[in-house]
């Protein structure tokens, strides 16, 4: 029986309570800071980076990890981990859950489409540099770990949670010593990718007479922005954020007996079944959600209980808890060998995402270019909400369809991502093969893209 004054008790909130004060100093030195303000560094990276900066300090001046003391439960670093992957899926499924409204036209669709494809093609090219570098870096390393150079794309494309997830796997079934650190590593990095070239892009913009926007207004709510007509009360018997929690909860319950199952039909594939947790945990939600609309167009169910305003703020918390969480869980003492490596991944990364992206606005999207660009890039090196933060910059309340192509272009994304996915496991096992299927995927997805340039109708 715990004490409850006992570390074991207070050792997981402890882990939870300094990740949350992390990012009220964050946001107080982001308010305070020219600088800061001007580097569009998103609040959670920023305190991560101050956790990271700390935990390092302690650890050099006393030879052991801050988050492994009995202040933080003797593990904390396992519960940093614990928290970066929950939270991954988490977000994203209460992002399912949304409410969608408006009919799609057929150049709306294309568009989406294209941005999809884009997306996954981001991935492929971060994928295919990543693993030349690291190919080569084995030749000249001893016993370095060919295949980490897929970690770029999950770490830039698909952020900290992912990183986490691939860098699990490499580290506990491949023998990768230090993969988990290096992903979040790579993962932190693309956050910094996307303050400098977003920062730089803008300025560019500036410069050119592009963009005029030099302010940061706060954005106001409407009444209509934050409940709609025909939903539960507020605050009814059941407080309605408690709903929305509890919605969001069951369908991840309903995910962890999903993978549960499928693990123990298929247990060689565990690790890569509960790496998939967030892909898993949105398709469920889908589905509960199709049965949940499905019952409100009969009649059965007479109120609507998702609410959108409230479950935006949950997966942007989860969101915001994840990078924290999993910039904090990077140890560098692990990471000495690596530097030049991941150093170099990180500038490759940054420019090459970059430099395409820049390429398919000015191609694909014309008519909103600088706008598709910089959402895109933020989304490509960090997460949906970095895309948003440099998106905001020029297109403050969204008339362009650039954060609709961001939202809705996660089905085709995850239809043509999820080889990447399985590619990613059985990289480490022939990485040149890897290297040269991921080429192939890549250009097969560049003819799918620019199809209309290179298929042209014959009048």
Known sequence: ???????????????????????????????????????????????????????????????????????????????????????????????????????????????????????????????????????????????????????LPFGYG?????????????????????????????????????????????????????????????????????????????????????????????????????????????PGFRSVIYGFNFLIGVLIATAIKAIIDFLNKKNIIHRRYTNNFLLTRISNTCFDIMVVAGIAAIRLSVLENYWVVILIMGVVGLASTYIYNSFVAKKLFPAYENEQFLMMYGMLTGTASTGTILLREIDEEFKTPAADNMIYQNFPAIVFGFPIMLLATFAPTNPPLTLLLVTAFFIVMNIILFRASIFKKRK
């Open 1 to 151: 029986m715990a004490n409850f004054w006992d570390s074991s008790v207070w050792g997981a909130f402890n882990v939870l309570a300094v990740l949350l004060l992390s990012l009220l100093l964050a946001n107080m030195l982001k308010r305070t800071i020219p600088f800061l303000q001007a580097s569009l560094i998103p609040t959670s990276v920023l305190g991560g980076a101050i956790i990271l900066l700390v935990s390092s300090i302690f650890e050099f001046a006393t030879a052991k990890p801050i988050f492994n003391t009995e202040f933080f439960g003797g593990n904390g670093f396992n519960a940093l981990e614990i928290i970066t992957y929950h939270a991954l899926a988490l977000g994203f499924i209460a992002s399912t859950f949304r409410s969608n409204s408006g009919k799609i036209t057929k150049q709306r669709a294309i568009e989406i489409f294209n941005t999809g494809v884009t997306t996954v093609a981001t991935y492929l090219l971060q994928a295919v540099l990543g693993l030349l570098i690291t190919i080569i870096a084995a030749m000249i390393i001893k016993d370095f770990f060919a295949a980490a150079g897929l970690l």
């Open 158 to 266: 698909q952020g900290t949670g992912q990183a986490l997830n691939y860098g699990t796997i490499y580290e506990n079934d491949f023998g990768f010593v230090g993969g988990k650190s290096f992903g979040l590593t790579i993962a932190a990095l693309g956050f910094l990718s996307a303050s400098i070239g977003g920062v730089i892009h803008l300025n560019i913009m500036k410069k050119r007479g592009f963009i005029a926007r030099a302010k940061d207004a706060e954005g106001r709510l409407l009444s209509e922005d934050v409940q709609d007509a025909n939903e539960i009360p507020m605050n009814g018997s059941m407080d309605k954020l408690t709903v929305q929690i509890a919605i969001v909860a069951a369908a991840y319950f309903v995910t962890n007996i999903a993978m549960f199952v499928i693990s123990s039909l298929v």
